[in-house]
């Protein structure tokens, strides 16, 4: 069993800061990418930022230069630093990863139940 346990979320003012972070839990073998994706109210899910093996990252255009992802490979865990949040950055976040367990033989995608960010104008 494999978990994805996400935290940060909250209510922040335009212009502020956030820090979530998405630590995974189980018997994991090993971890491809991780990543975090959001959805606004009546939009459709969206990825944010991901961050593969060999240190390679990618972001959504419209939070290029805000947003920074970093994963903590010993602790599995990723974190999304958002900075000079704008109200069109509200929705649930959701983290991601690709793994692989210890019983598995085929890479796999979780994810978390997702946590609510909220920028107020």
């Known amino acids: 069993q494999v978990q994805l346990v996400e935290s940060g979320g909250g209510l922040v003012s335009a212009g502020g800061s956030l820090r979530l972070s998405c630590a995974a839990a189980?018997?994991?073998?090993?971890?491809?990418?991780m990543g975090w994706y959001r959805q606004a109210p009546g939009k459709q899910r969206e990825s944010v930022a991901t961050?593969?093996?060999?240190?390679?990252?990618k972001y959504a255009d419209s939070v290029k230069g805000r947003f920074t992802i970093s994963r903590d490979n010993a602790k599995n865990t990723v974190y999304l630093q958002m900075n000079s949040l704008k109200p069109e950055d509200t929705g649930v976040y959701y983290c991601?990863?690709?793994?692989?367990?210890?019983?598995?033989?085929?890479?796999?995608?979780?994810w978390g139940q997702g946590t609510q960010v909220t920028v107020s104008s």
């Open positions: 189980g018997t994991i073998a090993s971890i491809k990418s």
């Open positions: 961050h593969s093996l060999g240190y390679i990252t």
């Open positions: 991601t990863a690709q793994l692989i367990t210890e019983w598995s033989q085929a890479w796999d995608d979780y």
